[in-house]
């Protein structure tokens, strides 16, 4: 098994209802390393940035202001199969068919409002992970 990085981002619906500490929590007894984590606001222009491979699909607008309305919580995590493991961990995107225990069953509110984003690939998060932290700031 190789160690993989992999981003967590905690979105707004989830900050805003003060479960970020919650998550990561939940993310640090699954037995992840945390090598980088910082809060902030995204304009809509880093939100378009960040979503771009979505950019044709109808919900992108709903997306960029959703991402956009208030601080999201971003961080870095490393361990064997990282990617595979956080997708376990925080579920399918519908918090309603999301597995009893996954983050996104337990903290998010609906399809568009699922608490948490998650890299999709090994290649992705490496992507997602340098596009908020610099090499120096991992490590």
């Known amino acids: 098994m190789a160690i993989e990085r992999t981003l967590c981002m905690i979105k ?13 929590q939940h993310i640090l007894d699954d037995g992840f390393e945390l090598l980088a984590m910082r809060q902030l606001r995204l304009s809509k222009r880093i939100v378009e ?5 979505h950019t044709a699909q109808p919900f992108f607008g709903d997306l960029v202001e959703f991402m956009s309305s208030g601080p ?3 961080a870095a995590l490393q361990r064997e199969s990282a990617v595979a493991r956080y997708r376990a961990l925080i579920g399918t995107t519908n918090p ?22 998650g ?21």
């Open 49 to 53: 940035a960040f979503y771009a491979v």
């Open 72 to 74: 999201v919580v971003v």
């Open 12 to 24: 707004p619906d989830a900050v805003g209802s003060r479960k970020q500490g919650a998550i990561l």
């Open 119 to 139: 890299s999709d690939s090994v290649e992705n998060g490496l992507v997602e992970v340098s596009f908020f932290f610099a090499g120096v700031e991992l490590g």
């Open 96 to 117: 309603l068919k999301a597995a009893p225990g996954s983050l996104r069953q337990l903290y998010g509110e609906s399809i568009d409002r699922n608490a948490v984003h």
